[in-house]
C-alpha cells in the first residue's frame, strides 16, 4: 500500500524546529540533504525491507530527531563510528548536523549498507562514509573518539562485539529506550559507566536513555 506523499516544506520546517529544541542548527541546504534521505529510504524500502517505519511523521521523529538527540552529547570528537546503522540512523543525520566530524558507518546486512552507501554518495555527503562489516570483524581504522550504538543488542553485547573500537581516551555512546537498569548491573568491571541521561525527542512522549561508557576504568586514586 503507497504510504502518502509526504509535504517537503511542512517536513523540513518541522525538523528544522525540533532540531532547534535540541540545540540543533539545520541550514536549508542540511534540511534538504536529510529530506531528499527520507525519500530515498521510503522509495528503496518498498523494494528491500529496510525499516518498519515509513511514514513521514515516523521518519520525522523516531529516525531523523531521535538520531539528533546525541549532537549535543557528541563533544568534541572528530572520528566517530555507528555501530549496526541499518538504514543509517543514527549516522547519517549526525554527519549532516556535524560537518566538521568524520563518520564512519557500518552493518552487517549488505543491502541496508549498500544503500547507505549509495545514498552517501548520492547526496554528497563527503564526511560520511559506509563499510559492510560486523562490529567483532570490523578491519579498518579502530580508535574512534566516539563508537555510537541505537538499538544494537544489550550492553554486554555491545562492549563485547564495539568495545575494541573505542581508542584509548574514547567513549561509547549507547541509545536505550527505558532505563536499562538490568542491562547496568552486568556490566563488565573492567568498564566505567559514566553516567545515563535521559534523552527528549522534540513530540515524543516515550522513554529515551543515553548510557555513556568508557573502555577502562580510571585509575585508583591515592588514600583510595
Given at each position: 500500500m503507497n504510504t502518502p506523499t509526504l509535504d517537503e516544506a511542512g517536513w523540513q520546517a518541522r525538523l528544522a524546529e525540533g532540531a532547534r529544541e535540541l540545540g540543533v542548527e539545520l541550514g536549508a541546504a542540511q534540511l534538504g540533504i536529510l529530506w531528499r534521505y527520507g525519500q530515498m529510504l521510503r522509495e528503496r524500502n518498498e523494494q528491500v525491507n529496510l525499516t518498519s517505519i515509513v511514514s513521514p511523521e515516523g521518519i520525522l521523529q523516531l529516525h531523523m530527531l531521535d538520531s539528533l538527540t546525541l549532537v549535543p552529547h557528541l563533544g568534541d570528537a572528530r572520528r566517530i563510528i555507528d555501530v549496526g546503522t541499518g538504514g543509517g540512523f543514527p549516522g547519517i543525520p549526525l554527519a549532516v548536523a556535524c560537518p566538521n566530524a568524520e563518520f564512519t558507518l557500518i552493518d552487517g546486512t549488505q543491502k541496508k549498507i549498500r544503500f547507505v552507501a549509495e545514498s552517501i554518495a548520492a547526496l554528497g555527503i563527503g564526511n560520511a562514509h559506509a563499510h559492510a562489516a560486523r562490529a567483532e570483524s570490523y578491519a579498518g581504522e579502530k580508535d574512534f573518539d566516539l563508537v555510537v550504538v541505537r538499538a544494537v543488542g544489550s550492553l554486554v553485547d555491545v562492549l563485547h562485539n564495539a568495545g575494541h573500537l573505542v581508542g584509548p581516551a574514547g567513549r561509547l555512546l549507547a541509545m536505550?529506550?527505558?532505563?536499562?537498569?538490568?542491562?547496568?548491573?552486568?556490566?563488565?568491571?573492567g568498564c566505567r559507566l559514566e553516567g545515563v541521561e535521559r534523552l527528549n525527542v522534540p513530540g515524543l512522549d516515550a522513554e529515551r536513555h543515553l548510557v555513556v561508557l568508557a573502555r577502562h576504568k580510571s585509575p585508583a586514586r591515592a588514600g583510595k
Amino acid at each position: 500500500m503507497n504510504t502518502p506523499t509526504l509535504d517537503e516544506a511542512g517536513w523540513q520546517a518541522r525538523l528544522a524546529e525540533g532540531a532547534r529544541e535540541l540545540g540543533v542548527e539545520l541550514g536549508a541546504a542540511q534540511l534538504g540533504i536529510l529530506w531528499r534521505y527520507g525519500q530515498m529510504l521510503r522509495e528503496r524500502n518498498e523494494q528491500v525491507n529496510l525499516t518498519s517505519i515509513v511514514s513521514p511523521e515516523g521518519i520525522l521523529q523516531l529516525h531523523m530527531l531521535d538520531s539528533l538527540t546525541l549532537v549535543p552529547h557528541l563533544g568534541d570528537a572528530r572520528r566517530i563510528i555507528d555501530v549496526g546503522t541499518g538504514g543509517g540512523f543514527p549516522g547519517i543525520p549526525l554527519a549532516v548536523a556535524c560537518p566538521n566530524a568524520e563518520f564512519t558507518l557500518i552493518d552487517g546486512t549488505q543491502k541496508k549498507i549498500r544503500f547507505v552507501a549509495e545514498s552517501i554518495a548520492a547526496l554528497g555527503i563527503g564526511n560520511a562514509h559506509a563499510h559492510a562489516a560486523r562490529a567483532e570483524s570490523y578491519a579498518g581504522e579502530k580508535d574512534f573518539d566516539l563508537v555510537v550504538v541505537r538499538a544494537v543488542g544489550s550492553l554486554v553485547d555491545v562492549l563485547h562485539n564495539a568495545g575494541h573500537l573505542v581508542g584509548p581516551a574514547g567513549r561509547l555512546l549507547a541509545m536505550k529506550g527505558r532505563y536499562p537498569r538490568a542491562e547496568l548491573e552486568q556490566l563488565p568491571s573492567g568498564c566505567r559507566l559514566e553516567g545515563v541521561e535521559r534523552l527528549n525527542v522534540p513530540g515524543l512522549d516515550a522513554e529515551r536513555h543515553l548510557v555513556v561508557l568508557a573502555r577502562h576504568k580510571s585509575p585508583a586514586r591515592a588514600g583510595k
